[in-house]
């Protein structure tokens, strides 16, 4: 058993590795993350805000879902791409995708972070871990493009950030690369004043930064064009069939975090 003792923004990697792997113990779950059932039976942590906090392991669920379809069919178009995940944490989607050989895939997270993936995952070769912060342009540098487009994956961060770090962060991606798609998890300024997860506030990270739409990402940083937003609640239908009565609603739509998609050509 691994003993583990973060605090602040990396410390909710481990809410959301606990929130996947209890998940994928059902019966009828729509994903199963056998290595974040590993990780978890290996670490020596206290789970039990996580294991009680439904509202943050619902929107975990449902991003996940959608995300590992959204992923799933970037590297079905392009097999011979590059797939960058910023802020990664314990992440597992690339074993859970099983991506093709073809597939070149970077991990990135603050040091302390990587520190502790390396515990538990051995990342090498076409699958390898970066130990920088995403506002250190330093990592753009390390990454080695095949010969297809580049996915970067910002899942979890931003809504800790303020606008310059997000504004940043875009601005390193397109100075590093030619063709790109950006795929950032975002929440609504309502959720950010608002919403309270419980495993979240105990590790005293706290929510900083919201947009309504990813429309609005274009002023931010006008170098990327924005392609869609994709709600959470898509994610929810999947989890509760409830959503499909009331989740065309404009308001729950809009207040559900978003995952916004951006290109660079």
């Known amino acids: 058993m691994e003993k583990i003792q973060m605090q602040g923004v990396p410390e909710t990697m481990l809410q959301t590795l606990y929130a996947r792997a209890a998940y994928s113990k059902k019966r009828k779950a729509k994903f199963c993350d056998d290595k974040a059932v590993e990780i978890v039976s290996h670490m020596d942590y206290d789970f039990s805000l996580a294991e009680k906090d439904a ?3 619902k929107g975990v669920i ?10 799933g069919d970037f590297i079905g178009e ?4 590059t ?3 910023i802020a990664c944490g314990l992440d597992t989607r690339v074993y859970r995708l099983k991506t093709l050989p073809s597939v070149r895939w970077y991990n990135l997270d603050l040091p302390e972070t990587i520190e502790v993936r390396r515990l538990f995952l051995t990342e090498n070769g076409r699958i390898s871990m970066i130990a920088k912060s995403a506002m250190d342009e330093s990592w753009a540098a390390e990454i080695e493009e095949w010969s297809g487009r580049t996915l970067v994956i910002v899942e979890g961060l931003v809504m800790y950030l303020s606008q310059e770090d997000v504004k940043q962060i875009l601005s390193i991606i397109s100075n590093r690369f030619r063709r ?3 795929i950032m ?9 608002n919403m309270k997860e419980k495993s979240i506030e105990a590790t005293k990270a706290r ?3 919201g947009i309504r739409s990813g429309k609005e990402l274009e002023r931010i940083s006008p170098e990327y064009i924005w392609v869609r937003d994709v709600s959470l609640v898509e994610g929810m239908k999947a989890i509760m069939p409830v959503y499909h009565l009331f ?7 809009n207040i559900s975090n978003k995952l916004v998609v951006l290109r660079k050509e």
Not at 247 to 253: D, N, Q, R, S, T
């Open 55 to 57: 509202m943050m392991s």
């Open 62 to 71: 449902a991003r996940t879902i959608l995300l590992d379809r959204m992923v």
């Open 78 to 81: 392009d097999p011979k791409g």
């Open 83 to 85: 797939v960058i995940n």
């Open 180 to 182: 790109v798609e950006v």
């Open 185 to 193: 998890e975002t929440m609504n300024p309502w959720g950010i004043k």
């Open 207 to 209: 929510f900083t930064w």
């Open 247 to 253: 989740g065309w609603i404009p308001a729950v739509k």
